[in-house]
Structures are given as structure tokens and as C-alpha cells.
């Protein structure tokens, strides 16, 4: 799946994997940055699980995302992802993405940050609006101007993402080079501690 970074970069995996230790490595940001796409990526060569919380809160609950915010509203949605997440974090190593409002929330966001190494990725808007306009999946941008949405969450959301441990630029490039660039990030990271 991902043999570039496998077979180009090995030295690099070993050493993200190193200063991971038992900790898990969790993705926060925006809708679209690729946490999902990315996060697999990475436990692949991490040789660790992935999991998305998006994707265990919907097998959990066993209802689609669109489904539990029009039936219980945003603030239950808010408050199983924290449950979901606090649990998904007892248990390390793993690559966990996030939803793009799991980090937002004060609570949850306390569990994250106990929880692992957390990695921003971060994207202007042009970049995300591309990704999230191919699909109607997310029930905060079925408004009137969605771009104009997307911005306005990139406002207020990018200075509370930004208390992530590490920030690594999602641009417009292959996948595998942005989940290179977060390994790099861990690697680096590890290097100057010691
Ligand atoms: N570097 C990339 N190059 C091309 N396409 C990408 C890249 N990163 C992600 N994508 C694509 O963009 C779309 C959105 O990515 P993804 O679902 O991973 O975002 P996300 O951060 O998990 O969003 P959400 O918060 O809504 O779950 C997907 O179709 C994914 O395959
Ligand atoms: O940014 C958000 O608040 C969301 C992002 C998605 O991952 C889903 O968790 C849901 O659509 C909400
Ligand atoms: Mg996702």
C-alpha cells in the first residue's frame, strides 16, 4: 500500500517509532486535512492499529454521523466522541484521527492530550474546501455557503489545534509525502529532547 514509505525511508520509520514509545499517535484538524487518509498510512508503517474515532463512533452507536447529529443534535454527538475517545486512548500504541471537533472540545481535549503525541495537520482553505466538496458528509457544512462555513471554523478552531504537540502542513502533494513529514516531525521532535 504505502512501499515508498517502507522501503525508502526505513531509518525514519524506526525512529518515529522509537519516540513514540507506548504512546498514541493522534491527528487533530479540520475536515479534510486527512487525518483518516493519512492516519492509516501511518499505522501501516508505524506497524501499530488505526483507528478513526469517526469511524468507531458510528460502529458503536451503529448510525452514520449524519444520522446521530439529526437525531440527538450536536452536544450528544460531542459527548459520545469524548466517551469514545477516552476509551480509544487507554490503550497504546495506536494511530487515532480524530474528527475535526474532537479536539475542540475542552474535555475531550484533555483526554487527547493525556492520551498521546498529538499532530496537527493543517491546511489553508483551498486545500480542504477541494477535499470536503466532493461529498456531503458532514453535517456542519450542509449551510447555505459551506466554504464560507469551512473558513469560519478555520477561525476559530486553528488557535486551539495549534496546542497540538507538533504542526505539520497538509498541502496538496501525495499522501505519502505528508505522513513522511509526520514522521520526520515525531523523529525531530525526539531528537531535541535528547
Ligand atoms: N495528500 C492528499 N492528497 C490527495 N487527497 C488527499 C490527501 N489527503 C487526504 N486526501 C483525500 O481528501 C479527502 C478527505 O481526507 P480525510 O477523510 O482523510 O480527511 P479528515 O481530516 O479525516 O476529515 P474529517 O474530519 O471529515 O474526518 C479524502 O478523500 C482523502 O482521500
Ligand atoms: O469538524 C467537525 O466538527 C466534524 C468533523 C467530522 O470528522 C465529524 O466528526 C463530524 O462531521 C464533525
Ligand atoms: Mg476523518
Given at each position: 500500500?504505502?512501499?515508498?514509505?517502507?522501503?525508502?525511508?526505513?531509518?525514519?520509520?524506526?525512529?518515529?517509532?522509537?519516540?513514540?514509545?507506548?504512546?498514541?499517535?493522534v491527528l487533530v484538524g479540520l475536515m479534510g486535512a486527512g487525518k483518516s487518509a493519512i492516519g492509516r498510512l501511518?499505522?501501516?508503517?508505524?506497524?501499530?492499529?488505526?483507528?478513526?474515532?469517526?469511524?468507531?463512533?458510528?460502529?458503536?452507536?451503529?448510525?452514520?454521523?449524519?444520522?446521530?447529529?439529526?437525531?440527538?443534535?450536536?452536544?450528544?454527538?460531542?459527548?459520545?466522541?469524548?466517551?469514545?475517545?477516552?476509551?480509544?486512548?487507554?490503550?497504546?500504541?495506536?494511530?487515532?484521527?480524530?474528527?475535526?471537533?474532537?479536539?475542540?472540545?475542552?474535555?475531550?481535549?484533555?483526554?487527547?492530550?493525556?492520551?498521546?503525541?498529538?499532530?496537527?495537520?493543517?491546511?489553508?482553505?483551498?486545500?480542504?474546501?477541494?477535499?470536503?466538496?466532493?461529498?456531503d458528509t458532514r453535517p456542519l457544512l450542509k449551510t447555505e455557503n459551506p466554504r464560507q462555513t469551512l473558513e469560519?471554523?478555520?477561525?476559530?478552531?486553528?488557535?486551539?489545534?495549534?496546542?497540538?504537540?507538533?504542526?505539520?502542513?497538509?498541502?496538496?502533494?501525495?499522501?505519502?509525502?505528508?505522513?513522511?513529514?509526520?514522521?520526520?516531525?515525531?523523529?525531530?521532535?525526539?531528537?531535541?529532547?535528547?
Amino acid at each position: 500500500m504505502n512501499g515508498l514509505l517502507e522501503t525508502a525511508h526505513p531509518d525514519l520509520v524506526q525512529r518515529a517509532r522509537i519516540a513514540l514509545g507506548s504512546r498514541n499517535l493522534v491527528l487533530v484538524g479540520l475536515m479534510g486535512a486527512g487525518k483518516s487518509a493519512i492516519g492509516r498510512l501511518l499505522a501501516h508503517s508505524l506497524s501499530v492499529p488505526f483507528i478513526d474515532s469517526d469511524h468507531e463512533i458510528e460502529r458503536v452507536s451503529r448510525m452514520s454521523i449524519t444520522d446521530l447529529f439529526a437525531a440527538y443534535g450536536e452536544d450528544e454527538f460531542r459527548a459520545l466522541e469524548g466517551r469514545v475517545l477516552k476509551r480509544l486512548l487507554k490503550t497504546g500504541p495506536r494511530v487515532v484521527s480524530t474528527g475535526g471537533g474532537a479536539f475542540i472540545n475542552e474535555r475531550t481535549r484533555r483526554h487527547i492530550k493525556r492520551g498521546g503525541l498529538t499532530v496537527w495537520l493543517k491546511a489553508d482553505i483551498d486545500v480542504l474546501w477541494e477535499r470536503v466538496n466532493k461529498r456531503d458528509t458532514r453535517p456542519l457544512l450542509k449551510t447555505e455557503n459551506p466554504r464560507q462555513t469551512l473558513e469560519n471554523l478555520m477561525n476559530t478552531r486553528y488557535p486551539i489545534y495549534a496546542e497540538a504537540d507538533l504542526t505539520v502542513q497538509s498541502r496538496d502533494v501525495r499522501k505519502e509525502i505528508i505522513a513522511e513529514a509526520v514522521l520526520a516531525a515525531i523523529a525531530a521532535s525526539a531528537d531535541k529532547q535528547t
